[in-house]
C-alpha cells in the first residue's frame, strides 16, 4: 500500500523492537467483527484477538498499536488506541474511533475496514491508573480522546474511593455511556460546534478550581499542552508528588501522530544514549 512519506515513522536502530520497549508486549493480529457508530463523533470496533497471556489483557487502561497502513519496504504506520473493553470469554476487545474530518492513516483505514478485516497490533501496553495507593479522593480530567480510558478506569473503580471527573467533548452521548460509580460525581464540559478542540482552557480551569488539592490525587488525558498544564498546576502551584499526578498527552493541536512518535522516539534514544531505558522515559517531557 502506497502512503505519504509524511505518515512513515522511521526507526533505524530496531529500538521499538528490542525487549527494554517491548517488556511483555507482543505482536498479535485483530479480526474484526463489528464495526458500529454509538454516537456522532465515535466509530466503535469490535475484534477478535488470540493473546498469548489473556491474565494481560485483563488490566484497566491498556493501550495497543494497530498497523493501519503498510507501505511496501518500510514500517507499518500505526496509531495508538485503548482498550475500551476485554472479554475474555470470546477473547473480543472494543476498540473507540474519535472520528475527525481530516484524512489520516487510522481514518482511511477506518474507511475501508469491515467484518473479517485483519490487522496487525502491538499490546497491550498498561497506561496510568489513578494512584489508588495515595489513599486519597481521585479527581480525572479528560477529553473526549481518554473516554474510553475514563470508561475502563471508572469499570475498574476501587471500592470506597470518592471522585470526581470531569469530561471535555462535543458529544454528550459519549459522556453519558460513562459507568455510574458510587462515591464518584461525574462533570460534562460539552464543547460547542465550532469550538477547537484542546483549546477552550475548561479542563485546566476545572483543574484549578478543585479545592483542597492536598486531599486529591489526580489523573488526566487529553491534549498534550493541556495535560501538561493540569500537571505543572498540581505539582508545582499544589506541591503534590509527581507520582501521584498522572497525566498524559494522547495529541497534540497542529501535530500528526507520525511527527509525535518521531519525536518520542527521538527522545527515548536520547534516554539510552544516557544509560536509561523506557521507565526513564517522561512522554510529557518530550518537547513537541
Not at 490487522?119 to 491508573?129: C, D, E, K, Q
Not at 460547542?192 to 483542597?212: F, I, N, Q, W
Not at 539510552?272 to 521507565?279: A, E, V, W
Amino acid at each position: 500500500m502506497n502512503a505519504p512519506s509524511k505518515d512513515i515513522v522511521q526507526d533505524p536502530n530496531d529500538r521499538l523492537e528490542q525487549d527494554d520497549h517491548m517488556r511483555g508486549m507482543e505482536h498479535t493480529e485483530m479480526t474484526v467483527e463489528k464495526i458500529e457508530r454509538p454516537f456522532p463523533s465515535v466509530t466503535r470496533l469490535t475484534a477478535r484477538i488470540a493473546p498469548a497471556d489473556p491474565a494481560l489483557w485483563r488490566l484497566p487502561n491498556l493501550a495497543i498499536r494497530i498497523a493501519v497502513e503498510a507501505p511496501e519496504g518500510e514500517r507499518p504506520i500505526s496509531r495508538i488506541y485503548t482498550i475500551r473493553s476485554f472479554d475474555e470469554a470470546r477473547s473480543v476487545i472494543e476498540i473507540d474511533f474519535v472520528m475527525h474530518e481530516d484524512e489520516s492513516p487510522a481514518m482511511r483505514w477506518l474507511d475501508q475496514a469491515g467484518e473479517g478485516t485483519v490487522a496487525g497490533l502491538t499490546g497491550p501496553r498498561p497506561h496510568y491508573v489513578p494512584a489508588w495507593e495515595a489513599g486519597r479522593k481521585v479527581a480525572v480530567f479528560a477529553d473526549e480522546t481518554a473516554i474510553p480510558a475514563v470508561y475502563s478506569i471508572l469499570r475498574n473503580w476501587r471500592a470506597g474511593v470518592g471522585g470526581v471527573v470531569h469530561i471535555e467533548t462535543p458529544d454528550r452521548a459519549a459522556f453519558e455511556e460513562l459507568p455510574q460509580v458510587e462515591g464518584v460525581s461525574l462533570h460534562l464540559w460539552l464543547r460547542a460546534p465550532g469550538e477547537a478542540a484542546g483549546a477552550t482552557g475548561r479542563l485546566v480551569a476545572a483543574a484549578k478550581a478543585l479545592s483542597d488539592p492536598d486531599q486529591w490525587t489526580i489523573w488526566a488525558a487529553g491534549e498534550r499542552q493541556e495535560a501538561r498544564a493540569i500537571r505543572r498546576h498540581f505539582t508545582e502551584a499544589c506541591g503534590l508528588p509527581k507520582d501521584e499526578v498522572r497525566a498524559a498527552g494522547y495529541w497534540k493541536r497542529g501535530v500528526s501522530s507520525s511527527e509525535v512518535d518521531r519525536l518520542r522516539l527521538r527522545h527515548y534514544e536520547d534516554v539510552i544514549s544516557k544509560g536509561g531505558g523506557l521507565p526513564d522515559f517522561e512522554d510529557l517531557d518530550v518537547q513537541i
